[in-house]
């Protein structure tokens, strides 16, 4: 705790200041989160500052809110590109990235418990910057990144808002930007090394070396190609549905099967049933044989009754 509080002290994320007449202060708590690795592992433990934001009042306290991310499509082609051209993929972190954006609305917070300033407790914080909570703390990071691509050269992909393009001469570096992770691969072994020092330069970073690990993604990256797979997600399914044990199938749908809407047949649990193809539709962004079957289940979701729901556990099984 002590340590986020210093960094947000550190980067002049806000100011003690009186409540204006007429304003009212949004409250803050802690959130407290285990950092997994690609094997599964706790990296470490991490306190959050976090503002409450489902008290902001739309028009008050923000206006817009919406940010671009990387779509998962995008990262795939980004992936074949770097592996049809042998190009390695970096990742790198920004640590507490939305304590960068910058905000343009007057957003008072309360001070957090246990760090009030001793002698002016009834004071406010007036954010200079975001905190982690608030509504438009995403859009507000987003665009100062963004800006901070633009100066150094990097040219924004028009059809996917998240993605950068740096070219020199022949060469090219691409980046790809989700929330507070980057993945980027290039040509140019100097566009690489000069990419990490302007970002190193503006910002604290993580460098995380070749990425391992996006997403829920397990990379692999050798000279004869580049392997992806979801393995430790899809063992997290079967768990979560308790079909650890299951029997194993050869096929994700029984040949000849054909699902109707109105069957007659006993209801399922359709919030069960649609967190199961929730999960199944993320884990086809490795497995697309996957589609077909999950494609056809996920039609029957308003509604589902015991004969779909043994379709999609059946999809279980052949995971």
């Known amino acids: 705790m002590d340590e986020e509080f210093e960094a947000i002290e550190r980067n002049r994320t806000w100011e003690l200041?009186?409540?204006?007449?007429?304003?009212?202060p949004v409250g803050v708590k802690w959130v407290y989160k285990k950092k997994i690795n690609a094997e599964g592992e706790v990296e470490r433990y991490k306190a959050r500052l976090v503002v409450k934001g489902y008290k902001q009042k739309e028009g008050v306290d923000y206006d817009e809110v919406f940010a671009p991310v990387t779509r998962m499509e995008s990262i795939r082609l980004l992936i074949s590109l770097a592996a049809q051209r042998h190009w390695k993929i970096l990742q790198m972190d920004v640590k507490s990235a939305f304590?960068?954006?910058?905000?343009?609305?007057?957003?008072y917070v309360e001070?957090?418990?246990g760090y009030m300033k001793r002698g002016d407790e009834k004071k406010v914080l007036r954010l200079r910057k975001a905190l982690y909570g608030l509504k438009q703390a995403p859009r507000a990071w987003n665009e100062r990144i963004d800006e901070y691509f633009m100066k150094n050269g990097y040219e924004q992909c028009p059809y996917e808002h998240a993605l950068y393009i740096k070219k020199s001469g022949k060469d090219m570096m691409v980046v790809a930007l989700y929330v507070d992770d980057l993945i980027f691969t290039g040509s140019n072994a100097k566009l690489i090394k000069e990419f990490k020092e302007i970002m190193n330069k503006e910002f604290e970073m993580t460098?995380?070396?070749l990425m391992e690990y996006f997403l829920g993604l397990e990379v692999k990256q050798s000279d004869e190609g580049i392997f992806i797979s979801q393995e430790r997600y899809a063992l997290e399914i079967l768990k979560k549905f308790k079909m650890e044990d299951c029997n194993p199938v050869s096929t994700p749908m029984e040949p000849g099967t054909k699902l109707s809407k109105f069957d007659g047949g006993e209801r399922a649990d359709s919030g069960r049933y649609r967190s199961l193809v929730g999960s199944l539709r993320y884990l086809?962004?490795?497995?697309?044989e996957l589609m077909l079957s999950v494609g056809i289940t996920s039609r029957f979701m308003e509604d589902p009754s015991y004969t779909h729901w043994k379709a999609l556990k059946r999809i279980l099984r052949y995971v």
């Open 111 to 113: 001070q957090p418990l």
């Open 17 to 24: 200041t009186n409540l204006p007449e007429g304003a009212q």
């Open 99 to 107: 304590l960068n954006g910058v905000l343009k609305e007057e957003v």
């Open 207 to 209: 460098d995380l070396g």
């Open 284 to 288: 086809t962004s490795t497995r697309p």
